[in-house]
């Protein structure tokens, strides 16, 4: 045990090691598979909550198998954390400006896809070790080659090692991926990309490798009654651009089930249901929209117990410890805990203020007893009772 507080302040993305309470009036809602937009101002859980759903840290994190109660990838998705400041979006803004969306849409579209997409055939590859899938690498190779044969074009931009795994298709996804950053980067022509970039519609190439890839986890995975799917979590997506956030959008509405977006801002942005399809919105139907910092005070109550408890828990090295607010700060009475005040205060006026209250009591008996360390006003319903 040290003496160091377990409520020190400090960014979730700063810990070394992260420490997790999950809602449950919210959480179930994630684990759905279903698009997601979460709404809220800064230290409202964005981060831990989107974190939570990463297979990475489900692996890694004793904290969240806690709270998970080890139960890793019963929900059966792949969780794949962005946070989206850490990509070139700035960059890809400033070269597409002045580009006609159908120009400059698939091309932010397609490095989307790719960003994730690589992303997931790192998680397939770790989470084969891991024994979640069983397949053998013939297997594993016949993926691949359907994959590929469904995907000619992706030979004209890089040369694919074969057999081709899992580990070889992230490397040539990335690489694909940064020669596009590089396009970026320099502001060179569009007209001089190769097909492949500009082929898709936006989502399209993602829809179709999630599919293929969903289809390998269910085959190779125990069998569930639900089938598996991959959650895109963009952390901070207030980054992106009105273009870019319109390509989101659209790739949102566009998603099939295989793969599901949960995506994070810090304040509301200027449209979140516009897409570049004509006619065609972000409706309830198509994502939740959790505005985090709309919650009642009784599930504020419950989060904030919650994150002490875990945080009291880790510093103490005891599972068995809870946080009650009302054990330890009593019942929210503002009158008894401003009484307690003043009666303790060595100020003038303080003192003032609670003769004066004796005397009020004094002048109208049963409204108020003010006792210096009793302060009861209205006992059915805090307030004082009009004569």
């Known amino acids: 045990m040290t003496t160091d507080s377990p409520f020190s302040l400090d960014r979730f993305e700063r810990e070394r090691v992260h420490l997790y309470y999950l809602p449950k009036h919210l959480f179930p809602i994630l684990e759905r598979n279903r698009p997601v937009y979460l709404i809220g101002s800064r230290g409202t859980g964005k981060t831990t909550l989107l974190q939570s759903l990463s297979w990475r840290e489900r692996l890694d994190n004793v904290s969240l198998k806690r709270a998970l109660k080890n139960n890793l990838f019963g929900g059966r998705y792949i969780g794949l954390y962005l946070q989206m400041p850490a990509f070139h979006m700035a960059s890809f803004d400033e070269w597409l400006k002045n580009k006609e969306e159908s120009v400059g849409a698939p091309i932010t579209g397609i490095y989307f896809d790719l960003i994730w997409v690589e992303m997931a055939a790192d998680a397939l590859a770790r989470l084969a070790v891991e024994g979640i899938f069983r ?44 020669r596009l950053e590089r396009f970026a980067q320099f502001k060179e022509e569009p007209k001089n990309l190769q097909r492949f970039y500009t082929q898709w519609q936006v989502g399209e190439f993602g829809n179709t490798i999630s599919g293929q890839l969903a289809d390998f986890c269910d085959k190779y995975s125990e069998s569930g009654r639900r089938p598996w799917h991959f959650k895109i979590c963009m952390d901070e997506a207030e980054c992106l651009s009105i273009a870019q956030q319109r390509v989101l959008n659209t790739a949102v509405r566009l998603s099939k089930g295989a793969a599901a977006y949960v995506v994070s801002y810090v304040r509301e942005v200027d449209d979140l249901s516009s897409t570049l399809v004509p006619g065609l919105t972000l409706q309830r139907a198509d994502r939740d929209l959790i505005y985090l910092d709309n919650v009642t005070d009784r599930e504020f109550k419950k989060l904030a117990e919650g994150v002490a408890t875990v945080r009291v828990q880790s510093k103490l090295d005891s599972g068995s410890i809870s946080f009650n607010t009302t054990q330890i700060l009593g019942k929210l009475d503002i009158n008894f805990l401003l009484s307690k005040i003043l009666s303790e205060s060595e ?40 004569p």
Do not use: Y
């Open 135 to 178: 397949a053998s690498p013939p297997e594993e190779h016949q993926l691949l080659d359907a994959i590929l044969e469904s995907q000619p074009e992706m030979a004209e931009v890089e040369e694919i090692e074969t057999p081709c795994t899992l580990r070889g298709f992230q490397r040539a996804i990335q690489k694909i991926r940064r």
């Open 347 to 386: 100020n003038p006026a303080a003192k003032q203020l609670i003769n004066d209250a004796n005397e009020f009591a004094l002048r109208f008996p049963g409204l108020w007893i003010a006792r210096g360390d009793r302060n009861e006003v209205g006992v059915e319903s805090g307030w004082p009772k009009v």
